[in-house]
């Protein structure tokens, strides 16, 4: 930065503001300490912060898993149906379609409405993609012939369950817009079950499967290590993670006398639902922004981790800090100081509740140019603001490096705290975290912030941190479900 700037009053604001984000190593260890204690209370009891909820997924793959498998998705506005192909050799094909929901069905109509209508886009699938194992099945019922040979379906349904068995979970409640009041308290899988063979469908939901969980199946099946992957994990537009846990450390599993899992491998997917991780502020960091974005949004209180980590409201916490110095007169972020044109014009993203997508905040931080044209253009395309000053532009950059750090840095502590719950790291020469989402995929470092983290972290340090393989898990809700799917079906 040159040396004229070191007195903007734009800049320094944004070098205070960007101090409040810091979130020094020894908060980072008070954190880590803290999540070993919820994870602790999640494995031992129910309605706790860390939720910890039994997967009742007992092995993970090795990248020897074979066969053809169903998998759908359900949650948002799509529904996905896919057949995965597992060739064996830590390879896959993938077939697919992507269906949008009426929203009379969202809404309005009834549990049996819905999985009737979900029912019948996997018939579709299954006559336009598989229609010779399709057409056999039909033929053999119509001899009255009873033997069957039924596709394997694992059933991602990324809404609240109460999950009993590795396919039973009742819902707890609709998000994202749907309201069918008859689900609730229902098996969905029993729910897409009777909806399938009221169809006739050679098809049986063998897996319910939690998108986290998904993308550690995925990952460990494609990258295969002599243990298997440890964490999936997921930073997109929420966060979550799952890891593989020991049996006899889910002490809360006595809760379910009737449910019937494999308990050879003496292990268990977890998934931690981790985006509530310290909901009562005992550890996290806050600021003025923070503290205001979670007040006027729907769920105050709630997912307060996920609420300073994911792309949902990074960049709402970035918009409230710019608003904030763009009003203060005394710094006049994005003012046209000395100039007669308006800067950012009224109906600008700049001045709406989560008008800034958190995109922004990865084209800000990848600007390495000497005069921040990357961010002019940001500035120009998202915020629709005109010839911002080079000042301005380092003010935007500086908050922005700020708000990524921190949520890459916060995102370290599940990590750590996993690690060394899990004691991998003294046990094996290499652990395997698969990664997804748009944030861990495109924020500029947002790995090399994590594994900094880590490496200040007492218990993991600088040799456990390189003994930690990081990588990019696709596709968890197919060919993970796909996976899921499988193992369920060897429990059975
Ligand atoms: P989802 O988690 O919904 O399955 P994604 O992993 O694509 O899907 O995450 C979407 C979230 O990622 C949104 O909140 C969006 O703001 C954010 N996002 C999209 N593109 C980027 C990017 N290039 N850099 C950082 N965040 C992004």
Redesign the pocket.
Known sequence: MSSSSSSSPVVEEAKRIAREFDYPAERVQVGVKEYIRQMNEGLAAEHTTLSQIPSFVTAVPNGTEKGLYLAVDLGGTNFRVCSVDLHGDSTFSLTQSKIMIPRELMASGTAKDLFVFLARQIEAFLRIHHNDHFEAHIRRRSLGQTEQELFDLGFTFSFPVRQMGINKGTLIRWTKGFNIPDAVGQDVCALLQSAIDELGLPVRVAALVNDTVGTLMARSYTSPGKTGTLIGA?F???TNGAYVERLDKITKLEQFPDAHYDRSTSEMVINAEWGSFDNQMNVLPTTLYDDALDADSNNPGIQMFEKRVS??FL?EILRRALVAMHRDPAVGLLKAAGRSKVVVPQDSALYKQWGI???F??LVEADNTPGLVEVKVALKDHLRVDDPSYEDSQAVKLLVHAIGKRAARLSAVPLAAILHHTGKLQTEDLVDIGV????VE??PNFEGYIREALRQVPEIGPEGEKKVRIGISKDGSGVGAALIALVAKQED
Do not use: Q
Not at 436 to 439: E, K, R
């Open positions: 997921i997109g537009t929420g792309g949902m960049g997508d958190t995109s905040l990865s997804d989402g748009s944030l495109f924020y």
